[in-house]
């Protein structure tokens, strides 16, 4: 029984011999929105922001995983910029972002031009199976007071990357 110990001690020593990599065989993520990002009727008469908040589910599958990580990115939209990210009607435009924090402190994009993304990590896997539910905070920005009336919609993506 020692012998069987000391050989798989000797194997998780050797795959954690390498701190900066990690090992995930046959690692696949799913992604489930459980509410969206959706801020209702906006007046921007007073010239303040809206708030509102949404949830996703990542759900993570592991054959056989040693500290399992991945990214978890937003995209930026049909404009194509994080600051600000922009609700279309027509030619019709609102700015808004999402954020990390409920403070809304945080942009959550993919870690470029001053935004942050999420980093997660699973530390064993041997046929695993985790989920992970993550808030993401919408404001749409004061003092808009040209918008026009209309139904504003945007598409953003929802990255998961294994590192």
């Known amino acids: 029984m020692k012998a069987v110990i000391c050989a798989v001690s000797s194997v998780l020593a050797l795959l954690l011999a ?4 990690a090992l995930c065989i046959l690692c696949s993520c799913s992604v489930a929105i459980n509410s969206q990002v959706a801020f209702g009727v906006y007046n921007p008469l007073p010239g303040s922001a809206a708030d509102t908040a949404g949830r996703f589910t990542v759900t993570c ?3 056989l995983g040693v500290l399992d990580t991945y ?5 930026k939209g049909g404009s194509g910029s994080y600051a600000p990210r922009k609700m279309s009607s027509g030619t019709n435009a609102l700015s808004y972002n999402l954020y990390l924090d409920a403070a809304r402190t945080t942009v959550w994009g993919d870690g470029s031009g001053g935004t942050s993304l999420v980093s997660d990590a699973s530390l064993l896997g041997l046929l695993g199976h ?10 749409i920005l004061a003092n808009q007071q040209t918008a026009r009336p209309g139904s504003y919609a ?7 990357t294994y590192n």
Not at 71 to 75: D, E, S
Request: cysteine-free; proline content about 3%.
């Open 18 to 21: 390498k701190p900066a990599a």
């Open 61 to 63: 599958d592991v054959t």
């Open 71 to 75: 990214t978890v990115a937003l995209g």
């Open 130 to 139: 985790y989920v992970r539910v993550y808030d993401v905070y919408g404001r």
């Open 154 to 160: 945007d598409t953003v993506t929802i990255t998961v």
